[in-house]
């Protein structure tokens, strides 16, 4: 679940002391100076610490700088686990478009083709919207994490420790996105929504009779072995290996929280995976190098849309993103955006080569100059 709140706020440093030396630590295959500098540089900017790992034909490096628990001094993994947010639409968008290889739905199929009623109100009306509408996130519909009340109940600091263990339903996520009005009509505009792939979500079941968590272990999971890669559901914990997980909620100056356990159905299919960097690697190559998807699926998710309210070049296509860098280099993936965590994952158009990182503060620092490291 992208978050667009200021949970991701101006520079601050932590602990001065704890990171004026981050500890770092280097395995695999060297090359990767650039890399290697910038993840240290968003260190030095504040986050308390960051897993990184890259992987190509050549085989893996990894590296971790910074600490994962501020209190013990514990290093950073480069095993760890973390929640990764917003990347779970990725695979969302990747089950859906199997279910479409396989003839069971069309992206052209309408929301109330498979769920009459549920997208409706204030304007919302899901007789209009399509399957592929929401998955490039030109439906219209309002992101649930935009409205006031529920950014006051799990944004902020006071909100966060009174409901931090609230279990919410798909479509209680959704009956919040209908008290307002919709952004704009379908297919007139582009604008992030988390609600979008709440529904999603919610389709997957209705075609298959089982959860898109199930779906996604089935097709995804176990193909791939994807070890570390889990759907918590409603559990409050990160499996270990793993890091703690900090936030300065609405306040980038301000003290430092430990945000670790939650329960993540607050971001329910639009963002509430955990995974690693490793398997995040190993996903976004099978799903570009075309082992999760027949050619025409592939070319449908990498058919992009303008990204006309976002700060970032590039475009939007079913549950990914491209991203053109200063070198010439595009790379396809997703960002993600948690409670305490912040991830990227990425790799070329032909999934040769990948990277994946996650810093366990959501507050600071710029993970577009890692990307750059690596691929320029």
């Known amino acids: 679940m992208r978050v667009r709140t200021t949970l991701l706020g101006a520079a601050a440093l932590l602990l001065a002391g704890a990171v004026a030396a981050p500890a770092v630590a280097v395995s695999g295959s060297e090359g990767h100076a650039a890399t290697r500098k910038a993840v240290e540089a968003m260190v030095a900017a504040g986050v308390p610490g960051v897993t990184a790992t890259a992987a190509d034909v050549h085989g893996t490096w990894s590296m971790t700088a910074g600490v994962g628990d501020i209190r013990t001094g514990e290093p950073r993994s480069t095993a760890d686990r973390y929640r990764v947010g917003s990347i779970t639409k990725t ?120 959860s898109y968590a199930t779906e996604i272990k089935r097709r995804i999971l176990a193909p791939l072995r994807l070890r570390a890669t889990s759907l918590p559901g409603t559990r409050l914990t990160v499996p270990r290996p793993s890091s703690r997980a900090y936030s300065k909620f609405t306040d980038p100056k301000g003290p430092v929280y430990d945000v670790t356990a939650l329960n993540p159905s607050i971001a329910s299919s639009a963002g509430e995976m955990i995974s690693d960097s490793a398997d995040l690697d190993r996903f976004y190559g099978a799903l570009l190098g075309g082992r999760l998807l027949p050619p025409r699926q592939l070319k449908e998710m990498k058919t992009t849309v303008e990204m006309k309210d976002s700060a970032y070049p590039g475009g939007y296509g079913l549950g990914i993103m491209e991203t053109p860098l200063s070198c010439g280099v595009r790379v396809w993936g997703h960002d993600g955006g948690i409670h305490g965590s912040t991830s990227t994952a990425v790799t070329t158009q032909d999934g040769r080569r990948s990277l994946a990182f996650n810093s366990n503060g959501d507050w600071t620092g710029d993970g577009r100059k890692i990307v750059e490291g690596e691929f320029c």
């Not at 996520?173 to 007139?188: N, Q, S």
């Not at 709440?198 to 298959?208: N, Q, R, S």
Request: net charge neutral; hydrophobic share 40%.
């Open 91 to 210: 695979f969302v968008a990747t089950v859906l478009l199997q279910l479409e290889a396989e003839g069971r739905l069309s992206l052209d199929d309408t929301v109330d083709t498979w769920l009459p009623g549920v997208v409706r109100g204030h304007g919302h009306d899901g007789r209009h919207i399509t399957v592929r509408r929401l998955l490039n996130h030109t439906s219209g519909i309002f992101s649930f994490t935009e409205d006031k009340d529920f950014q006051s109940a799990y944004f902020t600091k006071d909100g966060f420790y009174r409901h931090r263990y609230d279990t919410l339903t798909p479509r209680e996520l959704v009956a919040i996105a209908m008290r307002h009005k919709p952004d704009f009509a379908p297919g007139a505009s582009w604008h992030y929504s988390n609600t979008n792939f709440v529904v999603a979500g919610m389709v997957i079941e209705k075609v298959t009779g089982h």
